[in-house]
């Protein structure tokens, strides 16, 4: 019985290594894409349908990517012994393409065909190394035909891939610059020293500086990828920039990808436009305009400003209330009824200098204006982070109906936004697109001036693996020049949460967020 075993182990080491310099040959020899349904995602387009006589196997991307390797690898000849000319891949992408698996295949691929490889793995958080990036592995890894060949770990400190007859590793390291030395000293000088960066816009340039030194000898390789979220570092200069001729570059629009889904990909090309930024991360695969990105244009903002009023408007009342913390900065009470964010607001809801007590009292007189004009306030949304928890405890004692917001807690959408304050600004953003009217810009020092100014001043980036949205910080704001954004804060407000007339009372005591976000700082740069 073990000689049989013996024996077909032999054989399946002999048909791995004909696959030395065929790494899409590899991934189709090493799944069983025929009968295992949970890999079966997409079925093979031509010519490789006809080539393998299969129905299914990886996208159009992939396919081309293992073949154009497969081509490096032949041209290059590494004969075991003398240096060869590193393989170097940079691919930027819209989200959604499969890169975690394409990681898991590459990985796979060497450790399995190269005996005494020696490879590393990152990415650009700790969480995205061990809970995609490494964890995708192991699914792949455990589905394979060669599973039994080598010993997977995936403990913290210890998430390694090691060969048990080839005498392979492949380890996973965080990107962390204090844990640069890791990535250096790595030689293969008879085999594969080999580096694979996911989410490669989010790591520092010292890493990518680092793991040259493992470049020299042998028959290196380098593999990268991510969302172009950022138009500085070293994957921008690796794809577009300084270094692009170093590098076979691929920027993949994700609507090309099988596997994505075309009705939101098009629904944020209609929200934002094929140009904005945005869309060019998120789904063309491309980086960013140069400098930083306005989140709100100025042809929403004008066009809100100068369209009609609804006839008539019966949608409830709610309130936004940003509470200044700061000296120079206002405290704002913003009136908005349905689509109106035009009428009931006037330069009387700012105030300079007045403490919570005061505040309160402010907007319990706003309140007590509606009731005598035969309206109802169904809602009050309050900043209550800092001092505006004041103003919350004091509303809430009295029975009014209030919401308390922090700006740095968990949005709704958690896939579009990173905070909630990010997510309030998009949906003002939204609502300027459609049927939203703001005041009209009166000259210098109107509110509607300074609210178009506040609205078109706010900048924004992207998490650092490119999924969500993040506005720019106050203090951001101030270091360019800029005042606080107060009245577009209390109008983002007004946009907490969805408010149906007549259910005033089922809000009562809500807290929307309580709990913050501890990386939020509104003093801070964008983290």
């Known amino acids: 019985m073990a000689s049989v075993k013996q024996s077909a182990d032999a054989q399946l080491a002999d048909t791995i290594a004909d696959f030395y310099a065929d790494p899409l040959g590899y991934v189709m020899f090493n799944w069983d894409w025929n009968n295992d349904t949970s890999i079966q995602l997409v079925k093979l387009a031509e010519p490789w349908k006809s080539r393998y006589g299969c129905e299914y196997g990886p996208d159009v991307w992939a396919c081309e990517f293992l073949d154009q390797l497969g081509r490096d690898i032949k041209a290059r000849g590494f004969n075991g012994k003398d240096p060869v000319e590193p393989i170097m891949y ?5 989200h959604g393409i499969g890169k975690s698996v394409m990681v898991a295949w590459l990985i796979k691929f060497v450790i399995d065909t190269r005996p005494s490889c020696k490879g590393t793995v990152t990415a650009n ?32 400190g210890s998430m390694a891939l090691k060969s048990k007859y080839l005498g392979g590793v492949v380890t996973a390291q965080t990107s962390r610059e204090e844990n640069s030395e890791s990535f250096a000293g790595q030689h293969a000088a008879n085999s594969t020293s080999f580096y ?27 593999f990268d990828f991510g969302n172009p979220t ?9 794809c577009v920039g300084s270094q692009k001729h170093r590098y076979t570059v691929r920027m993949i629009d994700a609507r090309s990808v099988a596997i994505t889904n075309k009705k939101e990909q098009q629904k944020m090309v209609d929200d934002f436009g094929i140009d904005s930024d945005i869309v060019k991360v998120r789904v063309l695969g491309q980086f960013p305009a140069q400098g930083s990105t306005q989140f709100i244009g100025g042809d929403q903002v004008g066009d809100a400003m100068v369209r009609p009023l609804p006839p008539l408007n019966r949608d409830p009342i709610v309130l936004g209330v940003d509470v200044a913390r700061f000296g120079d900065d206002d405290s704002v009470i913003y009136t908005r009824q349905g689509m109106d964010a035009r009428s009931w607001f006037s330069e009387k809801d700012r105030y300079k200098g007045i403490d919570t007590v005061q505040l309160t009292g402010k907007v319990i007189e706003k309140i007590r204006f509606f009731r005598n004009l035969g309206h109802r306030v169904a809602m009050i949304f309050v900043d209550g982070g800092g001092i505006g928890g004041g103003v919350v405890d004091q509303l809430r004692h009295l029975g009014y109906p209030v919401t308390e917001v922090n700006f740095g807690g968990k949005p709704t959408d958690t896939n579009t936004y990173r905070y909630k304050v990010d997510e309030m600004w998009g949906k003002v953003r939204d609502a300027l697109g459609t049927r939203l009217c703001l005041p009209q810009d009166q000259g210098a020092g109107s509110p509607g001036r300074e609210l178009k100014e506040q609205l078109l001043s706010r900048q924004f980036g992207y998490t650092t693996n490119g999924q969500k949205i993040n506005l720019e910080s106050k203090a951001e704001l101030k270091e ?22 007549g259910n005033a009372n089922d809000f009562a005591g809500h807290n929307v967020n309580e709990k913050p976000n501890i990386d939020y700082n509104p003093l801070e740069g964008r983290l």
């Open 125 to 156: 958080t700790d969480i995205q190394l061990r809970t995609k990036t490494w964890a995708t592995l192991g699914e792949w890894h455990a589905k394979s035909l060669t599973a039994h060949w080598a010993d997977y770990s995936a403990g913290r």
């Open 90 to 94: 940079s691919t930027a992408s819209g």
């Open 230 to 238: 950022r138009n500085t570092g070293a994957f921008y200069e690796n």
């Open 480 to 501: 360019r020049g800029y005042s606080s954004p107060d009245i577009a804060d209390g109008l983002a407000l007004t946009f907490a949460a969805e408010v149906a007339p």
């Open 196 to 222: 694979i960066f996911d989410e490669a816009s989010g790591i520092g340039e010292n890493i990518f500086e680092v793991r040259k030194g493992g470049l020299m000898t042998g028959e290196p390789m380098v």
